[in-house]
């Protein structure tokens, strides 16, 4: 077992899995500016995203019956331990606990409201090598049915604690390790009737309304127009598979 380079609970990778790689590739290196590298045949065509030397993503195949969708990953240094601890505290395990060559250890699960998400124990691939950074990873958000169960299932599974936000629903609070904040969890947030529990990831772009003109102009749908907040001007968005994320530019 290695010491991992993110500690227990934190966001440390995200993934897409897509129909149609090449055409995945083409349209995020379009939208954030990332160089994708050649898929890995041995998994599929699994690809790197890049910003300049950091791997920041990456874009695989669909699992078998999944729909197209953005995986977040968080940092466990015993994934079956882990594993254990999600069953315990009523999630479901989708793919049990496996190891991926020598670049890690896997768990892929859904909390009770439904959400799925991923486990990764660090091997050779610790996981972001950039974050909080143009073309990175900056922030995930949980949209749940039921916000207070979820709180208690990644509580008990992370040992995440929780503080309301101003200007938020009541039902958001972002959630922590230590003096750490990690994201946001809450209510659907005005979500379509029917809309599955899902976690949302956001990666920064230079530029949020040249990157929303990309989406277009490359097959993905814009869902609002791009907005100003104390934390950046934003954008949600869907790739041209359906998969939501949310684009936005730091502040200065």
């Known amino acids: 077992m290695t010491t991992p380079t993110f500690p227990d609970g934190a966001a440390c990778w995200a993934d897409l899995g897509a129909p149609d790689l090449p055409a995945a590739h083409a349209f995020y290196e379009a939208v954030a500016g990332w160089s994708v590298t050649a898929g890995h045949p041995d998994f599929g065509g699994y690809a790197t995203a890049m910003v300049g030397d950091s791997a920041v993503a990456a874009i695989g195949p669909l699992m078998s019956g999944a729909p197209p969708a953005w995986t977040l990953y968080f940092a466990s240094s015993d994934a079956d331990a882990t594993q254990a601890a999600i069953v315990a505290n009523g999630g479901t395990v989708l793919v049990p606990a496996d190891s991926v060559a020598d670049f890690g250890r896997m768990v892929i699960a859904a909390d009770p409201t439904g959400a799925v998400f991923g486990v990764w124990e660090a091997g050779t691939m610790p996981g972001f090598e950039l974050t909080g950074a143009t073309g990175s990873w900056v922030w995930c958000d949980l949209r749940s049915t ?107």
């Open 146 to 252: 039921d916000p207070d169960a979820a709180r208690r299932f990644y509580a008990a599974v992370f040992g995440y604690t929780y503080q309301p936000m101003e200007m938020a629903d009541a039902d958001y609070m972002t959630f922590w390790i230590g003096e750490e904040t990690i994201g946001g969890m809450g209510g659907m947030m005005g979500a379509p009737e029917g809309t599955p529990s899902h976690w949302l990831v956001y990666f920064a772009v230079a530029d949020v309304d040249a990157s929303v003109a990309a989406v277009t102009a490359n097959g993905g749908t814009s869902l609002a127009p791009p907005f100003d907040t104390p934390f950046g001007r934003m954008a949600p968005i869907l790739d041209p598979f359906g998969a939501p994320l949310w684009l936005m530019t730091l502040p200065a």
